[in-house]
């Protein structure tokens, strides 16, 4: 688990200064500008539930590299994408609720003057009381960025699966991610999906490693409705070994999850942790 906790807090790091850079603009040329910022997707979210922003701006010639939305949370939930297994120990959890698009991994680009960014409500330790406001920053191929603050408040319903600064921990609860409906030796070209959350309503987020000279030659991918959201759908492309990794999220309230499975859990040589699954695809 070493190894993963570090990887993250650098990447959050980078994340974080990355966002908070002061903007850089020129002169002769033509900068992005961020107009608006809309809620597509309505409220009130539950833990899992997915949110869509539709970020509209002028300029940005020749194209726009990236978009993140920051302070999108409450007193009890934010707003992500991914979960890496460590990152749920107060300031790591903060700094990665921030939801990002960029032009080489989107699902789908616009060709107006608008992108949709998308992540998914999960709980999570906060200092503060409520956020009432969201940060956008975009910047263009070049290099050019723009900020701005919109006034937003995220309306969510309770989870209680994190515990109040100053009451004790109660004892934790059994949990379990089923996924049965996957056989042991799947045919190829076969698609099944996969669950969001736990039995108990836990975040789950699911994980291909890709191969090592080609990714697209792997034998299964997972198709998610934006990079980096929950569950999705497991598709095996071609015969060989799949290896299926789970990241459920900690909490106080559940125990690490039991797994219901038609191939044995194994051990993830990456994190160490026995949530890996290895598909034999005919």
Not at 127 to 149: C, H, P, R
């Amino acid at each position: 688990m070493r190894f993963y906790k570090a990887k993250i807090v650098l990447v959050t790091s980078f994340l974080v200064v990355g966002f908070f850079a002061s903007p850089s603009y020129a002169d002769n040329a033509n900068p992005p500008i961020v107009k608006s910022l809309e809620e597509v997707t309505t409220g009130p979210y539950s833990v899992g539930d997915i949110i869509t922003f539709k970020v509209t701006y002028e300029g940005g010639n020749p194209g726009i590299k990236l978009i993140k939305i920051s302070g999108v949370n409450n007193s009890q939930t934010c707003v992500g994408q991914g979960i890496p297994p460590d990152n749920f120990d107060g300031q790591t959890v903060r700094s990665l609720s921030v939801l990002a698009w960029n032009n080489k991994s989107a699902l789908k680009k616009n060709s107006n003057n608008y992108e949709l960014v998308s992540g998914f409500v999960l709980p999570c330790r906060k200092v503060s009381n409520s956020s009432t406001g969201a940060i956008v920053l975009i910047e263009d191929e070049t290099g050019l960025q723009n900020s701005k603050f919109f006034s937003y408040t995220l309306t969510t319903i309770s989870d209680d699966l994190f515990t109040p600064v100053g009451e004790i921990k109660p004892i934790k609860i059994a949990d379990q991610i089923s996924i049965k409906n996957i056989p042991k030796s799947p045919k190829k070209n076969i698609i099944y999906k996969l669950p969001r959350l736990t039995q108990g309503g836990v975040p789950v987020f699911w994980f291909v490693p890709t191969g090592k000279n080609n990714p697209r030659e792997s034998v299964c991918s997972i198709e998610k409705t934006f990079e980096g959201d929950l569950g999705g759908s497991l598709k095996f492309k071609k015969s060989g070994s799949c290896i299926l990794n789970a990241w459920p999220q900690l909490t106080d309230k559940f125990t690490y999850p039991t797994y219901s499975a038609q191939t044995p859990l194994t051990i993830d040589e990456r994190s160490g942790e026995k949530n890996s699954f290895v598909y034999k695809v005919k």
